[in-house]
C-alpha cells in the first residue's frame, strides 16, 4: 500500500488530518496503538483514541490545514515537524483543552515521532506548542511590557 515508511506517515497525515479520511485510520493504525503527548494525563490507546483526537481539531477547526515542514526516517522510526492552520470556530474539547469557539485564526506547530513497523503506526510521541496555541485562543493575554525581550 505504502512504498516507505515516510510515505505512510505523509499520506496518514495528509489523508487523515487534512482530507477526514477516518477509514484509513483502521487500515494503518496497529490495533494495539499508542499516543503520548506530554500534556495528556494518560496516553490515547487504539486506533478509536486516535479518531477521537482528530476528530476533535477537525471539528473545532472546520478549514485545519496540516502542512509536513520536514520528514525524517531511520529505520522503524518517522520523524515528522508539521505546522497547523485553522479558524477556531467551535469548542474544542481534548484531555487537555476544553476551549469555546473564539473565532480566532491560529498557526501552531509541532513535533511527532512515530515508530512504524510492518506497515503500520504501533506509536506516536507528539510534541507541539501547546502554550502557543492556548494563547491564540485567548487562554492568556500577554501585555507588551510582559514578552520577553529579544536581547
Not at 477521537?52 to 472546520?62: D, L, M, N, Q, S
Not at 480566532?104 to 513497523?117: A, P
Request: proline share 7%; net charge negative.
Amino acid at each position: 500500500m505504502f512504498e516507505s515508511n515516510k510515505d505512510l506517515i505523509r499520506r496518514s497525515m495528509d489523508e487523515i488530518w487534512n482530507h477526514g479520511d477516518f477509514a484509513l485510520i483502521d487500515r494503518v493504525f496497529a490495533p494495539g496503538y499508542v499516543f503520548r503527548h506530554p500534556n495528556f494525563p494518560e496516553p490515547l490507546t487504539g486506533p478509536d483514541g486516535y479518531r477521537r483526537f482528530v476528530r476533535a481539531y477537525r471539528t473545532a477547526f472546520p478549514d485545519l490545514h496540516l502542512t509536513i515542514n520536514d520528514l525524517i526516517a531511520e529505520g522503524d522510526v518517522v520523524v515528522c515537524r508539521w505546522t497547523v492552520t485553522g479558524t477556531h470556530s467551535y469548542e474544542l474539547r481534548t484531555t487537555s483543552i476544553t476551549a469555546p469557539p473564539s473565532h480566532h485564526q491560529v498557526v501552531w506547530s509541532g513535533i511527532t515521532i512515530s515508530t512504524v513497523r510492518d506497515g503500520l503506526i504501533l506509536d506516536d510521541l507528539m510534541y507541539s506548542d501547546t502554550l502557543g496555541l492556548r494563547m491564540q485562543l485567548g487562554f492568556f493575554v500577554m501585555e507588551p511590557h510582559e514578552m520577553p525581550s529579544r536581547a
